[in-house]
């Protein structure tokens, strides 16, 4: 890769030609099915599939091509024609397969055969579904003898809500919530916040209310690479006249202007919106003190001269103000400029447009939940919409940007480990049994007894669980000494190349491909981030005969290991998902009323949400001010000037730990994702040059090692004392105890690092 690396600005808009151009490479560079451009045409449409990128929202009037290009490139990724088939296995060992990087193990191809290990020859072996399911039942048995407590069921945040609803079931019946979700390194911060400032875990937006926002505040969010078909509804909006104001460490492109590729006028004119009025490069970790900041200007603004604050609603809706208040009063203009990295100035302006906008809306993504104060930073948002009754109308609200398409989903229907939030005793009554009420793992939990050796299974539906969470060489030394390990995935990654003692690697069909069983073709759902309800309907012929869908394979392996129960209809359910949709209607009347019926509505149906007509399931019964945890969201390293705060991020050329390729466009970093992003001051600083090779090292005090070398540095328009590189590459650096209060998601936008020349540095010329 070496020999192509370019690192220079990049100086068009988000979307635009350089969409178009990327695309191309990449249906291309994929071999995608020659069916996988008409694909691109039934992309979220009404009867079409759901895209299995992002989890932002359809509009029930969709555009002629209601895709992006990560969408896109999501699409031609599954529906590649190359393929991992048992010869291929043949003829990589294992141990040689881990010294392959990420794009090169998923670019193989799906999986084809269901594929036992064999640890004498190293090797992946085909092997048939029933041996597969005998093994793996009989394996899960002999670990629920011993404590059901000792597998974990994980999901990544794709499967659909009949595939989800089922896998919660077979863990609980199995006798645990051990139910981890990719969830839980990611927005479960939001589903710990929001229940206990507005009384639900999910966003209050809708989709329409990008039409009615005359302001909307952008929080570490990225949606040019990570939800671009929201730029859309942000370029409607700037062109409206709506301002949008954002807070982000990084000037990213999405957030400063766009082309819509679908556009042909606006392609042939080139012109692009403005899209952020206003950017304010926050430091990591420093929005707790900006928000702080603002309000703290309002409530001054006020006190000066009334007419800011939303009287009536804060007296009629809210409760805690004064203590919030008093807060903000206590801060001094001196820390909340320190911490936050910006001007009195600023936030006084910023805190001026949110005062002059009527209705006003809060997006967010992972700046906020990745951080130690992630929860306090999710409700400080909150309050500071709050403070003008910007919850419970048009146009406002509080917007969390879900990652995975159906995580928000797979929370509805059960899969958590928090046996509190799911309607035990329905699932009792219908299936006739004594469900685990103790508290189940979540992904940090997981991965510590893993570490500890405290778990002998661990079922993953979907995901790259090992490649996607913290401390990854603990993790790796760790994990083969599972008994059970079994992966139910479409392509080959790093998870798969440590096993136990008896591992399997399950092919299933993608959501894109055509599900056919006993009673026809299947379709499945899906929950947006807006909290709408899907079907999705796949189009393209499944890969290889071979595969089984991911019902199917939940189902098999809940016979295979569970006691019969003549009271769940495995069988049945897999022969008409419509049967399971039945199931989660009855477990769930007030979302899932007429789910059969409804999931066919254009844009989906909206689950009700409370706080859109102000009604607070809350412990006050009104939507609660919280006192913010601390200015800093970040972990204290003290006053260590050494120590800079490293943010894992995502380029524009991946999906998580699915690594499409080595261009991460808009910021320019071309041919590598080895680079670490630092503010030229910190460059000189530490005597170090651009272009050189760097280590960086995690700076705790617990004495676990974790370094990464091989880091360029790329001088960029960064806060002094944060420096940006990729994720999953940097998770050797993230330390597992360091997660969200709260949520437990892990911290992985301020990790604290020391950077120092490599020996072997070289000094490569400074590209263009
Ligand atoms: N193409 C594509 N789409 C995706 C994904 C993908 O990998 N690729 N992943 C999906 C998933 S699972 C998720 S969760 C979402 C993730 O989407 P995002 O939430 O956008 O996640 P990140 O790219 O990790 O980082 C978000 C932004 O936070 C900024 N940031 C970092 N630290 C801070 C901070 O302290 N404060 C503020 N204000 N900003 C900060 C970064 O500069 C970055 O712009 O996207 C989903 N969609
Ligand atoms: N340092 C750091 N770590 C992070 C993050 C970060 O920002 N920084 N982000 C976190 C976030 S937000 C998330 S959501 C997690 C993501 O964690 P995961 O959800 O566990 O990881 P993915 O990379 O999305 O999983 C990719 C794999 O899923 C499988 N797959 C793809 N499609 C399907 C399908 O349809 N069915 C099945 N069964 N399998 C499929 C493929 O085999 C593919 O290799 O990572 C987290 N980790
Ligand atoms: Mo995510």
């Known amino acids: 890769m070496n020999s192509h690396i370019r690192i220079r600005r ?4 988000a979307g635009g030609w350089g969409s178009v151009q990327s695309l191309v490479q990449n249906a291309v560079k994929s071999r995608a099915r020659s069916y996988s451009l008409a694909a691109l045409a039934q992309q979220n449409k009404a009867k079409g599939f759901a895209c299995v990128s992002c989890a932002w929202s359809k509009p029930a009037k969709p555009n002629p091509a209601e ?14 024609g190359r393929t991992a088939t048992p010869e291929f296995f043949a003829a990589h060992t294992v141990a040689e397969l881990r010294t392959w990087d990420d794009y090169h193990l998923e670019a193989v191809g799906r999986l084809t055969q269901p594929m036992r290990y064999d640890h004498l020859l190293d090797i992946y072996e085909p092997v048939s579904w029933e041996v597969a399911f005998e093994e793996i039942g009989r394996e899960l048995k002999a670990i629920s003898v011993d404590d059901p407590k000792k597998t974990i069921f994980y999901a990544s945040g794709r499967a659909s809500l009949e595939t989800s609803y089922m896998y919660q079931l077979l863990a609980r019946l199995y006798g645990n919530n051990n139910l981890p979700d990719s969830s839980n390194m990611c927005h479960e911060t939001t589903s710990v916040a929001l229940p206990e400032v507005i009384g639900q875990p999910v966003g209050s937006v809708r989709l329409s209310d990008f039409d009615h926002a005359d302001a909307i505040f952008f929080f570490g969010h990225n949606p040019g690479s990570n939800a671009p078909r929201m730029l859309h509804q942000l370029q409607e909006a700037a062109k409206r006249g709506c301002v949008i104001v954002t807070f982000n460490p990084l000037r990213e492109r999405g957030l400063e202007r766009f082309t819509n590729p679908q556009s042909p006028v606006e392609m042939l004119t080139r ?3 403005k899209i952020s009025h206003r950017y304010y490069q926050v430091r990591s970790g420093g929005d707790i003190a900006a928000m702080t900041g603002m309000c703290k200007s309002l409530f001054e603004r006020e006190e000066a001269s009334g007419g800011i604050l939303d009287h009536g609603f804060l007296a009629e809706h809210c409760h805690g103000l004064d203590d919030f208040r008093l807060f903000c009063e206590q801060q001094s203009w001196d820390a909340l400029e320190a911490e936050s990295g910006l001007k009195r100035a600023d936030l006084e302006e910023a805190a001026a447009i949110y005062a002059q906008s009527k209705a006003v809306m809060g997006v967010y993504g992972m700046g906020l939940t990745q951080h130690k104060h992630g929860v306090s930073s999710v409700q400080t948002l909150v309050n500071l919409l709050l403070l003008r009754g910007n919850i ?8 969390p940007v879900r990652g995975h398409s159906n995580v928000q989903g797979q929370r509805t229907v059960g899969i958590t480990e928090k046996p509190h939030l799911v309607p035990l005793e329905r699932l009792a009554e219908m299936y006739g049994f004594e469900p685990p009420r103790e508290e189940g793992l979540t992904t940090v939990d997981a991965c510590r007894a893993i570490i500890d050796g405290d778990i002998r299974g661990f079922v993953g539906l979907g995901g790259n669980f090992l490649r996607a969470v913290p401390e990854t060489s603990l993790m790796e030394d760790a994990w083969p000494r599972m008994r059970l390990t079994v992966q139910i995935a479409t392509k080959l990654n790093r998870n798969h190349l440590f096993n136990g003692d008896v591992a399997y690697l399950l092919p299933c069909l993608g959501r894109i491909e055509v599900d056919m069983q006993a009673s026809g073709q299947q379709v499945v759902t899906i929950e947006d981030s807006t909290a709408c309800v899907h079907a999705s309907k796949g189009r393209a012929h499944p890969i290889s005969k071979h595969l089984l869908s991911e019902a199917k394979i939940v189902a098999e392996i809940a016979k295979a290991s569970l006691a019969p129960n003549a009271r769940v209809p495995w069988d049945e359910w897999v022969a008409d998902y419509g049967k399971v949709r039945d199931a989660i209607e009855a477990t769930y009347p007030d979302i899932f009323k007429s789910f059969n019926e409804r999931m066919w509505t254009p844009g989906g149906f909206e689950r009700p949400l409370g706080a859109n007509v102000r009604k607070w399931k809350t412990d006050t019964g009104k939507a609660n001010f919280k006192v913010p945890k601390a200015l800093s969201a970040s972990f204290d390293t003290g ?15 991946q999906f998580n730990t699915t690594v499409y390729g080595y261009s991460d466009r808009f910021r320019g970093v071309e041919g590598t994702r080895m680079i670490v992003f630092m503010n030229p001051a910190d460059i000189r600083r530490f005597g170090l040059a651009e272009g050189r090779n760097v280590t960086l090292q995690t700076a705790t005090s617990d004495n676990v090692p974790r370094s990464l070398s091989g880091l360029r540095v790329v001088a960029y328009d960064i806060p002094a004392g944060c420096c940006g590189a990729y994720y999953p590459e940097c998770n050797v650096l993230v330390p597992l105890e360091q997660h969200a209060e709260g949520s437990k998601v892990p911290a992985g936008k301020s990790v604290p690092v020391r950077v120092s020349a490599d020996a072997a540095g070289v000094r490569l010329e400074a590209a263009e």
């Open 392 to 399: 419970g109308r048009p146009g406002a609200g509080i917007c």
């Open 639 to 653: 006053d260590q000037p050494d120590v800079m705060r490293l943010m894992t991020l995502r380029s524009n050329d």
């Open 10 to 13: 990049y100086e068009g808009p």
């Open 67 to 80: 895709f992006c290009e990560n969408g896109a490139k999501a699409t031609f990724w599954e529906l590649t």
């Open 271 to 273: 012109s692009e919106t």
